[in-house]
């Protein structure tokens, strides 16, 4: 096949101009979407209400419900088709909705989260206060996704899809919730994924307009259509350059998780035993790996540790954490296995071994649960306590003078060098982690980095 009949069959499926409805007819239409008043106006602050509640309770369902009934959508295609067809005054509309409508929303979140009894981040909303790289991606492809539905015939329900894509609801939410608790932090990367995922459904829709050939207006002089143009491409860079920081740490951090998933498999796996827990503790250099069944030699484990640096690991000390308890519940397991597959199997003889299996088993979990815990909650309480460096979290079963054993979770908290938490903070912190991990009893103690 020549490159000309490749072009032609090309130009054949992608070609999108016999699809296109009338020019005129889809900038009415998207110019009318721009207006933000009476049941429109209403229609917003009651998505608003629902996604912070969707927040509030943790629940995916209805955050996605608000975005879909969210008419928020329509004033940032109205600036992209603006810039796209130089329309001064549909871009002075658009933008004074569009404003008008993010503060109105900020607000009523705001005001949802100052009256709500449930006054906790959630994951849901701690999801929405650290934009990366991705979320240019996904606004760019879901603003172009959005204006070329818009402009052709059989929409189906692609606007609903990029609604809940682009996600512009549940960002404007964490900002309001931001101030209602006063933590700056929440309300500035909450406020900068929304504005990121404004700016390139806008940039996506003036390249649509552009590629689509609509008519552009000819009032405007060559030198105001040039400096435009420099400040779009301005904001451009500026927004993509604090997301694509970010992103290098979420990149950096599962490259490292790779890393540490081949050397497992190539420098700890033997016959007998099995890996159950592996992570990195980045605050201690530390790479934590838990083992259970047949023990790994001590030759093994120092050959394994010469070997850190062919992973690029070699910053981290190896802490192995094997011993007889999960000898026992390999053990246990294998003749569990064995007691319940015999014909001639004694029934007594398997429930005792699957209860002492479960025993075991719940002893074991009861130990690496606080591990995997320990990263999650330092993750989520550094954006709510920034003095807080690391978060060790681990079980405690104290045994007094009688026979009584007590329970509780032990929490180490340890702060940045010069940093110091208020007594308000050290409650609000104590009461947040008991919470969040779920514990009966909490042992909080906290202290500086030396």
């Known amino acids: 096949m020549t490159i000309q009949q490749f072009y032609e069959v090309g130009k ?25 008043r009476g049941a429109n106006l209403w229609v917003l602050i009651f998505a608003i209400f629902i996604a912070s509640l969707g927040l509030n309770v943790n629940s995916t369902a209805v955050i996605i419900g608000a975005m879909l009934i969210s008419p928020l959508m329509g004033p940032i295609i109205g600036m992209g088709l603006a810039i796209g067809t130089n329309d001064i005054e549909l871009f002075k509309k658009a933008w004074r909705n569009f404003a008008v409508a993010t503060l109105i929303s900020v607000l009523t979140a705001m005001v949802y989260f100052l009256i709500t009894p449930i006054d906790e981040a959630q994951s849901e909303l701690l999801a929405r206060t650290a934009p990366t790289i991705y979320d240019v991606l996904i606004a760019t492809f879901g603003g172009a996704a959005g204006i070329t539905a818009l402009c052709t015939r059989g929409k189906g329900n692609v606007i609903p899809g990029v609604a809940i894509a682009t996600a512009l609801m549940p960002p404007l939410c964490t900002a309001g919730y931001g101030l209602a608790t006063g933590n700056l932090l929440y309300f500035l990367g909450a406020f900068y994924l929304f504005f990121i995922n404004t700016v390139f459904i806008t940039i996506s829709t003036f390249l649509g307009v552009r590629l689509m050939h609509f008519p552009r207006r000819t009032f405007l002089a060559s030198a105001q259509q040039k400096r435009a143009k420099q400040l779009i491409l301005t904001i451009v860079v500026v927004t993509m350059i604090p997301a694509m920081i970010m992103t290098f740490g979420i990149v950096r951090k599962g490259i490292s ?18 890996i159950i827990s592996q992570e990195i503790d980045r605050d201690s250099m530390v790479l934590n790996i838990v083992a259970v069944g047949r023990e790994i030699d001590a030759a093994k484990l120092a050959e394994a540790k010469k070997r850190l640096e062919f992973y690029d690991l070699e910053d981290f000390r190896l802490n192995l954490i094997q011993g007889a308890q999960s000898d026992s519940l390999l053990q246990l397991t294998h003749q569990l296995q064995q007691a319940t597959t015999s014909k001639a199997h004694d029934q007594q003889r398997a429930a005792e071994l699957m209860a002492r299996n479960s025993s075991l088993q719940q002893q074991l979990n009861a130990y690496t649960r606080y591990m995997d815990l320990a990263r999650q909650v330092r993750n989520e309480a550094v954006n709510i306590f920034p003095q807080i460096q690391s978060i060790a979290l681990s079980r405690v079963d104290e045994a007094p003078t009688d026979t009584t054993t007590v329970h509780y979770v032990a929490a180490i908290v340890r702060l940045q060098k010069t940093k110091r938490l208020t007594p308000d903070d050290r409650q609000r912190l104590r009461a947040w982690l008991t919470t969040r991990i779920n514990a009966d009893s909490l042992v909080m103690m906290v202290d500086n980095a030396q």
């Not at 790779?258 to 420098?267: A, D, G």
């Open 12 to 36: 054949r499926y992608f070609n999108i101009m016999p699809d296109m409805e009338d020019r005129t007819q889809v900038i009415e239409q998207i110019s009318q979407g721009v207006s933000f």
């Open 257 to 274: 998780d790779s890393h540490v998933r081949s050397f497992v498999k190539k420098e700890l796996k033997q016959g007998g035993t099995q």
